[in-house]
């Protein structure tokens, strides 16, 4: 019988090998899901993971995908990681997006036509602000009143998600627009636009912020006080405690700057690829960015490469959706099992498999 | 006497350690035989094959002639073999009677067996009601459930795994007077301990363990404490010494010091008052659980108090928290080794970044220096001989007596005004624990006020000044260590718990 034992220290090996392996799991067992369902497994595989990339005639449209869709996972991804370290959870990251898309595109239109230097930063500052808002109800209701942030977090996505439909149906509705829901296109106002910087790069200013904020947690985490109290309070409450770690201005600390990338994520997208407040504005990049965090083993660097991955699995998805007929579902199956290899793996850090007879020791 | 229980040649091994490498001896009816051995020499292994918890790689065993071999612990039971755990296993919202019931296969209905603990306590002398709430009794009234557990299925060898840590010297007493009593009815009792004058009264035989290996067996009561010391660790000891200054002015002054428990079944702390003087050590005794932790929060800053209830140098310190309090000098050294005094999964660098940030300058404008703390801990290593590959490892990698020279020689290099250590040697072998009580001794020589509270009589009468002991989160009045009689320190322990429902019971 198999039997786990616990390693002395955590391998160095495998922290690094699993994220490999599960990859290599997930197309074997992928490729027999495809293989069960009639598709070529080899030729789907390739066209998850090469063909965005490499197909000349595809990569010219996928390639730019690649980096705006894994630009608001990894920036909000960073932000949830800080919280998920410290074991403050916050779920709620697709509702401060929202608050921060609306925030900020609501100086925008406040502004509308006004041309001047100072209006995209402006419209940064209050997307960062109306997310980190947002989460600060969480944070003061923990603090106060010890409510739970992971439920208080994901209702509020609810009602953000209805904010956002009463804006674009109201407040913030083009007036321009001939009744349809939706406020005005801010890809046509240049003083508020969020462009892509390189042409056909798919590079924004959310994909700039996503970097800096990749290098910002890494200087935390590993040279600061306060990315050692948020590892040594996830760790080890009481020995935090005992370190001198205030748990209720981590708290705030955690879910205000998840909140606030959040709300960054929201504005890039709302002032770029997605260019208006609609009513289906949000696309789930909130949820998934919770497993981009885990994926990338709550680490800077590996949520920067976790993100390009997960990225690259929707895109790729698509592609084999379009190009092989799967159905919707068995992409999503396909996303499952990765997650399930790399969490299902990540025991072979801290535990090594040893085969013999169990015992109770 | 003819053997009841035989060991023979057994052995067992876990990755990397020989747990039990060919232990052989006997038991007799009516036989006290004790195990002695430090930490890690397989006392615990031994009794846990015996009492069918863990299988043996290779040996036999034999109980009354028969071959035995338990395959778990509910046969070894039926065998007629019981054990009393160091660590109990009992229900605080539970009362006496359901608590027993639970661990029985066929409870009787709960009248009668109230009426069987009831009869089986005084029998034994082991007073106890069957109605309390388990949350509400003493450690050594928790003992007493488990033992009387055990008695309840009339038992032919009693294992008894370190029965007197949690006990006041009265209550060792009692139980003393309960086992000589089991065994005159011929129960061999197995009684497991480091505890050497303990084994000297009350034991006919001793085995003693070294490295998984039985190294000698004797009769206790014919040779002195320090031989059988000798033959546990198997080399000789230096007991710790200082060279004795008088003490100086006041430094840590705690008064009318209250701290509400914030659950149901913790301790509050009443009204607490102590003066510790510079170059002096306070010992504070008491039975585990009587507001120990709570002390050492209060004083360390993890639960900060009213301001003027602790001061230092007469500066009101109570509201203060722990980093703020370590500026000053104040410093601590929690029991709980792992999860407390240091995160497991960090490596010794970043434990040492843990509490000696501020006074070692590890961090400036918030910015870490790891250098600086690898060169720290690395200090720390060297200067109290802590075995490691290196500061890199795990804490959780360490044995626990390296684990806790590192934890006191963090704080000790410091250079603290005031270090709080709780349980400074627990689970330490004895050396290194020696290498402690030095450490300590040196420290307050330095001039450091300094508080062990410990569940250690002999540790605290060995390095003490003066004299403390917590009883219900209440603190006696701290006395000189020279010349307190075993029976005082038991009065000042709270005596023995739950007597009086002795009388009630009748």
């Known amino acids: ?361 | 006497m003819t053997a009841l229980l035989t060991v023979e040649g057994l052995t067992k091994a876990y990755p990397g350690v020989v747990a039990n490498d060919h232990v052989s001896f006997e038991i007799a009816e009516g036989e006290v035989h004790a195990l002695l051995g430090e930490n890690g020499a397989g006392k615990s292994t031994l009794v846990k094959m015996i009492y069918g918890l863990v299988q043996p790689d290779s040996g036999r065993m034999t109980l009354r002639a028969a071959p035995y071999a338990p395959p778990e612990p509910s046969a070894a039971r039926r065998a007629g073999v019981a054990m009393v755990f160091q660590h109990f296993s009992l229900f605080d919202a539970l009362s006496v009677a359901e608590n027993i019931a639970l661990g029985m296969e066929t409870p009787p209905p709960m009248r009668r067996l109230a009426g069987q603990i009831r009869e089986v306590s005084e029998t034994y002398g082991l007073p106890l009601n069957p109605d309390r709430l388990v949350g509400d009794l003493s450690a050594g009234e928790r003992q007493r459930v488990e033992i009387i557990r055990c008695l309840l299925q009339d038992p032919r060898v009693l294992i008894m795994d370190e029965p007197t840590s949690v006990l006041t010297p009265q209550e060792v007493d009692i139980l003393f007077a309960t086992l000589r009593k089991l065994a005159a009815e011929g129960t061999a009792i197995l009684y497991i301990s480091h505890k050497l004058e303990e084994i000297r009264t009350l034991c006919d035989r001793a085995t003693v363990l070294r490295l998984g290996r039985v190294v000698e067996s004797c009769n206790p009561r014919e040779k002195t404490a320090a031989e059988l010391a000798e033959m546990m660790v198997g080399a000789k000891l230096a007991t710790p010494s200082r060279a004795g200054s008088a003490p100086g002015a006041p430094v840590l002054e705690v008064s009318g010091l209250s701290l509400p428990s914030p659950n149901p079944f913790g301790t509050s702390l009443r009204d607490i008052s102590f003066t510790v003087r510079a170059g002096e050590i306070l010992g504070i005794g008491g039975v585990a659980g009587n507001g120990q932790d709570e002390l050492l929060d209060a004083i360390s800053g993890e639960a900060p108090v009213a301001p003027d209830t602790v001061r230092l140098h007469g500066q009101a310190i109570g509201a203060l928290g722990p980093s703020l309090r370590r500026r000053i000098a104040v410093l601590a050294a929690p029991e709980e080794r792992l999860g407390h005094a240091a995160a497991p999964d960090m490596s010794l660098t970043e434990n040492a970044m843990l509490t000696a940030a501020i006074r070692q300058g590890l961090a400036t404008r918030g910015f870490l220096k790891w250098p600086a703390a690898r060169a720290f801990a690395e200090k720390v290593i060297d200067t109290f001989d802590v075995r490691t590959p290196g500061p890199g490892n795990a804490a959780r990698s360490l044995s626990g007596g390296n684990l806790q020279k590192f934890v006191i020689g963090r704080e000790v290099l410091q250079r603290p005004e005031v270090l709080v250590v709780n349980q400074p040697t627990w689970g330490v072998d004895a050396s290194a624990a020696a290498a402690i009580r030095q450490s300590l001794l040196d420290l307050a020589e330095a001039g450091t006020a300094v508080v062990v509270i410990s569940q250690d009589l002999d540790e605290l009468m060995e390095i003490s000044d003066r004299f403390a002991a917590l009883n219900e989160g209440r603190l006696s009045a701290p006395r000189p260590a020279k010349g307190l009689s075993l029976e005082e320190i038991g009065l000042m322990m709270g005596g023995a718990h739950g007597m009086e429902v002795a009388h009630v019971a009748e």
Request: net charge positive.
């Open chain 1, 1 to 361: 019988m198999i039997r786990l034992e616990k390693r002395p220290s955590p391998s160095r090996v495998w922290t690094a090998a699993t994220p490999v392996l599960a990859v290599a799991l997930t197309m074997v067992a992928g490729g027999v899901l495809f293989a069960m369902l009639g598709k070529d497994p080899v030729a789907a595989i390739r066209i998850i993971f090469w063909d965005p990339l490499f197909n000349e005639q595809f990569a010219s449209y996928s390639r730019p995908q690649l980096l705006v869709k894994a630009g608001p996972l990894i920036l909000i991804a960073i932000g949830l990681s800080l919280g998920f370290r410290a074991g403050i959870w916050n779920i709620g990251a697709e509702g401060q997006y929202i608050i921060g898309a609306l925030s900020g595109a609501g100086v925008a239109l406040a502004l509308y036509p006004l041309e001047a230097w100072f209006v995209f930063p402006l419209m940064v500052i209050a997307g960062g602000l109306g997310g980190w808002a947002w989460a600060m109800i969480p944070a003061i209701l923990k603090t106060r009143f010890r409510t739970n942030e992971i439920l208080v977090s994901l209702l509020l996505v609810y009602v953000a998600e209805q904010i956002l439909a009463a804006m674009a149906l109201g407040l913030m509705r083009n007036p321009e627009g001939g009744g349809f829901p939706g406020s005005r296109n801010l890809q046509q106002y240049p003083a508020a636009a969020n462009t892509e910087l390189i042409a056909n790069s798919g590079m924004h200013w959310g994909v700039v912020a996503a970097f800096v904020a990749v290098i910002a947690a890494y200087v935390l985490l590993n040279r600061h006080m306060l990315g050692f109290q948020i590892r040594l309070t996830g760790q080890s409450p009481r020995a935090a405690r005992f370190a001198g770690v205030n748990p209720n201005g981590l708290v705030l600390f955690c879910l205000g700057a998840s909140g606030a990338l959040a709300g960054l994520a929201g504005l890039f997208e709302v002032s770029g690829p997605a260019g208006q407040v609609s009513i289906d504005f949000n696309q789930g990049y909130g949820f998934t960015a919770i497993i981009v965090a885990f994926l990338g083993r709550l680490n800077p660097v590996g949520i920067l490469l976790a993100g390009l991955l997960m990225a690259l699995t929707y895109i790729g998805g698509e592609l084999a959706q379009f190009m092989l007929n799967l159905p919707a579902a068995a992409i999503q199956a396909f996303q499952g099992m990765l997650l399930f290899f790399l969490l299902g793996l990540d025991v072979l850090t801290n535990y090594r498999l040893r085969w013999g007879k169990r015992e109770i020791a």
